[in-house]
């Protein structure tokens, strides 16, 4: 079952992330993970899902519906417990942020980093487009790369 993030989901989210080698590689630790997480469950404009069963946290996906380029949404994060990777937890994840998303705008961005193949694989087979690249944004020596995905339709509150 896909739910919103709970405070005593926290330190599951936070685990998938430091126990995370991509992750590790942008120095994130349990501490600092939390302390993300926990300002994300505060703020107004996050949405943060958890894929849980009864006993524990499987995955968790935080996006913005609006805000990138004044009209496109934004997946900030998407992480999948190790031992549940392979069960299309992420692609769940993403279809769950996609439908919440295609009410408020068409385009979605999101980054991922230049090394992580497989994370580029995912996006291309849900229909993510590379488009671009930042040179040194999130930590010097690592390009992010810029994705881009149009959904088919617009709804109400899209402006453009």
Not at 104 to 125: P, W
């Amino acid at each position: 079952m896909i739910v919103p993030l709970r405070a005593e989901d926290v330190a599951d989210c936070a685990y998938i992330m430091s126990e995370n080698t991509l992750w590790q590689t942008y120095d994130v630790t349990q501490a600092a993970a939390e302390a993300q997480l926990h300002d994300g469950l505060s703020s107004a404009d996050a949405r943060i899902m958890v894929a849980r069963t009864d006993q524990s946290v499987k995955g968790f996906i935080w996006y913005y519906t609006k805000g990138t380029f004044h009209r496109g949404a934004y997946i900030r994060l998407i992480g999948v417990h190790p031992y549940h990777q392979g069960e299309g937890i992420g692609t769940q994840l993403m279809n769950v942020a996609e439908a919440d998303i295609v009410t408020y705008t068409r385009h979605i961005f999101l980054l991922s980093s230049d090394f992580n193949q497989d994370a580029h694989r995912f996006y291309h087979r849900l229909g993510y487009n590379a488009i671009g690249a930042l040179p040194n944004f999130a930590k010097e020596g690592i390009s992010e790369m810029i994705f881009l995905k149009t959904l088919e339709q617009r709804k109400e509150h899209d402006n453009a």
